[in-house]
């Protein structure tokens, strides 16, 4: 079921903004509005980003350091390392 979402203290430019990207990308405001809160509403926060990382450290043992990681890559040349 859909529901109405009403917005309250939004900035003047904002909705100016809005439009134009829905006027670029050949959409109606409305829609353009609705398909970007519902690509926000998929994604994970900060914090649910942080608690996903957080629980998967915790449950693999394996603790690599930044330098191992890095001598591997500088290694097999294909790392950040390429042009040290």
């Not at 970007?36 to 957080?54: K, V």
Request: glycine share 8%; aromatic share 4%.
């Amino acid at each position: 079921m859909s529901k109405n979402i009403t917005i309250h203290d939004v900035p003047d430019e904002a909705p100016d903004r809005l439009a134009a990207r829905a006027a670029r990308s050949g959409q109606f405001l409305k829609s353009y509005r609705r398909t970007r809160l519902i690509e926000l509403s998929g994604c994970a926060d900060h914090n649910d980003l942080n608690r996903s990382i957080q629980e998967r450290k915790r449950a693999n043992a394996v603790r690599l350091g930044a330098g191992l990681i890095l001598g591997k890559l500088w290694r097999i040349g294909s790392g950040p390392c390429d042009e040290i």
